[in-house]
C-alpha cells in the first residue's frame, strides 16, 4: 500500500527509511514509499490479523518471495495452516508466484505452490476487486 513518503522522530528513532527487517537507521536508505503487508485472515473463524509490515521503497520478487516463506515458516509454528495467498495485480506478484513454484501464465496455469514446509498446496488467487479496478475503463461508471 502507499504510504507518504516522509521521516519522523518517534521518541529517538528516526523512522521512514525502507526497512525490510534490518532495523537499520541510516540517511543512506531510501525513504520509503509503500508498506508490504502480510495479513491473515481465518477460513473457519471471524478474524484477521496483520502479522508484518516492511516498509519499502521496491523490492524485487525474490526479496518478496522470501519473506513470504518466512511468514509461512512462522505461522506453520504457530500451528496456523495456509490454505491461499491473495495477491494483488501487480507484474512483480505474478513473478513471486511463479518464484514461489505457481505457474501464472496464459498458458499452462498453475495456481498453487507447495507450501515450504509441508509440502502441501498452497493456492494462489488474484485480488478480485483489484482485478474489476484495473480492467475498468476509468471513465466508465459501475
Known sequence: MSIRRQTELDNGKLCGYFDYGTDLESPELPIANNALTFMVNAVNGNWKIPIAYFLI???N???RTNLIKIALEYLHETEIKVVSLTFD??????KVGNELGA?????NL???FPHPITGEGVCIFLDPCHCLKCATPWDLKI
Do not use: Q
Open 110 to 112: 498453475k495456481s498453487t
Open 57 to 59: 521503497d521496491g523490492l
Open 103 to 107: 505457474r501464472l501464465e496464459a498458458v
Open 89 to 94: 495485480v501487480l507484474l512483480c506478484n505474478f
Open 61 to 63: 520478487a525474490i526479496k
